[in-house]
């Protein structure tokens, strides 16, 4: 190399061109940039050398100038074609032969250029480029274009991303649900999250922090997200819409219903029958009545919704209601097993309506024991629609013309006696209901242990102890519910104890889960010796299945579910079912702190329940207004059944914090 030689070199992959001052050592040189920076190579950094005359730093500018216009890469497909064609190699200054028909310096450096940064037409090979097979140069074209496409869906997304930033009508293109999907996966999984690329990406290029809380925010401002979003139903598996497939299956059951396989279903639609639920509730699917006897003796009717009738073991809707398990009670509404079309229609003992049932016929001993009972698929017809409120004002004011009601009151009084008798456990806890209404008000109410819902309670726990001793008595495989029995503390201990709701939640802290299985057992909290639950069909998948068993067997036909396939099903049933239950629990407790939150500065009556670490002085409370159960720590000495005044000082619904402080009220003396 000579002193004023004109070399390239690449600093951080860029391109630079700098003039040779002299050596350095035995073989590096000290060259120029044009900014008058000086840079130490090695011959083997040169990446080119224009050698024809003496250049100076200054020189840069101009020959980088000049050769702008002969750096057009499309002009290297003519080369290509000719070059393809013999399949013979080529050098820069040949390039500037065949392209330019001249071979000056300043010439030769251009060809070179266009080559060394070609990646579609010529592979180098040494000092030389060979021309690429015409396959593989359609096949970089079309990679190109591709990553070209990218790029301007890219930028067309980015677009879209700063209008709904800006409230701005945004029409979402396909190509953005990938993105959008990933930054739903991030904010409701964090680093859990799979494919997190297009979520950081995008945070990255909004120059947001790339964590999970920047992801929801974001969502939240583009007004794809509420503020309130749901990630513990995010995060499970639980399924919130009905696919296509099963809406058209839906609605070609609806147009052309099976055949009844129970065609010879017992007329009852003689009898009165009362339907007791919760105003809200729109899936009947109990109904009771009052029949008496030719010997004055009295029978009750359990009338349970019959949704089997409307389905084929295995068919696509009885897959889709195994595979949710259960209709799911949220604070913003609900998740239904069945589309709401089946369950609110067809499959319910809607009122004025001739339905189908499976009825429960029991006569009750005078302590309140099962003295006789029968079972049959049945046809009914819902007298009155009645709410808990309803039936508890006219059982309060004895309304004679519907003294079965009445009647049925006693039996069902008589009944929780008799249970109790057998070792019955009852646990009276305060239970809140938390609804969010159309508006986004949060509404937080007690259910009050009235005469009326402990009637249907009873009803429906006499109901499934018929159902589990047929299905006992015939040796039917069907998931019988069981619950060992619990250690409970010594009476005395417990005496000890305020009655009400701290005396219950120790013994409630006692009680062991309840168990599925295909052989009958105890149940001890309901002092029954076998036990299925077997009245909600339309909302829970294991009292269908129980459906199905008992229906075929009273019309003699073979079991749809044999007992391995039972075993099966009750062991996903559990698996979902604890899922469910934890989604329902994470979301009112959510909603529960919300509630707090936005009446932060009400003062409420807590209830000291038990310690939960009592060397961090961290106990459980009740707030008896709402029936809403929350830990706090506590800065005083203080025992179970203590009560005391409490405003929320800090809550965070989203992070699951809230904190108390005690409100002393002075004295007047």
């Known amino acids: 190399m000579e002193k004023g030689t004109l070399v390239e070199f690449r600093l951080n992959s860029d391109r630079r061109l700098a003039v040779a001052e002299r050596p350095e050592g ?25 050698a024809d005359e003496t250049y100076k730093s200054a020189d840069i500018p101009k020959f980088l100038q000049e050769i702008q216009p002969y750096l057009d890469p499309s002009s290297l497909e003519v080369a290509w074609e000719i070059l393809s064609e013999t399949g013979e190699s080529t050098a820069p200054i040949e390039m500037a032969m065949l392209l330019f028909s001249e071979k ?6 251009a060809a070179y250029c266009l080559l060394s940064d070609d990646k579609i037409y010529f592979k180098q090979k040494g000092d030389r480029y060979e021309p690429r097979p015409a396959n593989q140069v359609a096949e970089l074209k079309h990679q190109i274009e591709m990553e070209a496409q990218r790029q301007r869906d890219w930028e067309s997304y980015l677009e879209r991303l700063q209008q709904a930033l800006k409230g701005e009508a945004v029409e979402w293109q396909p190509s953005d649900r990938v993105r959008l999907d990933a930054i739903e996966r991030f904010a409701t999984l964090g680093d859990e999250a799979t494919h997190r690329t297009p979520a950081l990406e995008t945070l990255g290029a909004l120059k947001r922090q790339e964590t999970p809380q920047s992801a929801f925010q974001l969502l939240i401002d583009l007004g794809l997200w509420s503020p309130h979003e749901n990630l513990s139903l995010r995060r499970s598996q639980i399924p919130t819409h009905f696919s296509t497939k099963v809406l058209e299956v839906l609605h070609h059951r609806l147009e052309f219903p099976p055949a009844d396989s129970n065609a010879d279903r017992l007329d009852l639609t003689h009898l009165k029958v009362y339907t007791i639920d919760d105003e809200s509730t729109r899936e009947i699917d109990d109904g009771l009545s009052l029949e008496i006897l030719p010997d004055g003796q009295q029978r009750l009717w359990i009338h349970i919704a019959d949704p089997t009738r409307w389905l084929i073991p295995g ?13 799911i009670y949220l604070p913003t509404g609900m998740i239904p097993m069945f589309p709401s079309e089946l369950a609110t229609g067809p499959m319910s003992l809607n009122q004025g309506e001739v339905c189908c049932a499976l009825s429960f016929g029991v006569v009750l001993d005078e302590s309140g024991g099962v003295q006789d009972f029968s079972i049959h698929t049945s046809l009914i017809k819902a007298t009155y629609r009645l709410t808990y409120d309803d039936v508890d004002e006219m059982l309060q004011w004895g309304v004679q013309a519907e003294s079965e009601l009445e009647t049925i009151a006693r039996w069902a009084k008589r009944r929780e006696q ?10 009276h806890m305060p239970e809140s209901s938390i609804k969010v209404n159309g508006d986004g008000e949060v509404v937080v109410y007690v259910l009050e242990d009235s005469v009326s819902r402990q009637l249907v309670a009873e009803m429906m726990i006499l109901a499934g102890e018929v159902a589990a001793r047929y299905g006992q008595k015939h040796g039917l495989p069907v998931p019988f519910r069981a619950q060992p029995q619990p250690e409970l503390p010594p009476e005395g201990e417990l005496l000890q104890l305020p009655a009400g709701p701290v005396r219950s939640c120790a013994i409630r802290r006692c009680m062991p889960r309840s168990e599925l299985s295909i052989t009958p057992a105890r149940h001890a909290s309901l002092g029954l010796d076998t036990y299925t639950q077997v009245t909600s069909p339309i909302r829970r998948y294991s009292d269908l299945l129980t459906h199905f068993q008992i229906k075929a067997h009273l019309r003699g036909a073979t079991l749809p579910f044999s007992p391995d396939e039972v075993k099966d099903l009750m062991l996903t049933i559990a698996s979902t079912v604890q899922e469910a239950s934890l989604v329902e629990r994470q979301t009112n407790r959510y909603w529960g702190l919300e509630f707090l939150r936005r009446n932060s500065s009400e003062v409420w009556q807590a209830l000291m329940l038990r310690w939960l670490r009592e060397h961090e002085n961290l106990g459980l409370i009740l707030l008896e207004d709402l029936g809403l159960e929350l830990p706090i720590r506590f800065s005083r000495s203080i025992e179970p059944g203590d009560r005391l005044d409490l405003k929320v000082s800090h809550v965070d619904p989203r992070q699951d914090i809230i904190q108390f402080q005690e409100v002393v009220t002075q004295a007047v003396g």
């Open 315 to 327: 068919d696509d809707l009885d897959l889709e209601a195994r595979r949710r398990t259960t209709t």
């Open 418 to 427: 008799w249970r109790q008798s057998q070792g019955a456990i009852s646990i």
């Open 26 to 50: 035995k073989k590096h040189w000290i060259v120029t940039d044009d900014r008058g920076q000086a840079h130490t190579l090695h011959p083997r950094q040169v990446t080119y050398e224009i």
């Open 104 to 109: 000056t310096a300043l010439l030769c450096y």
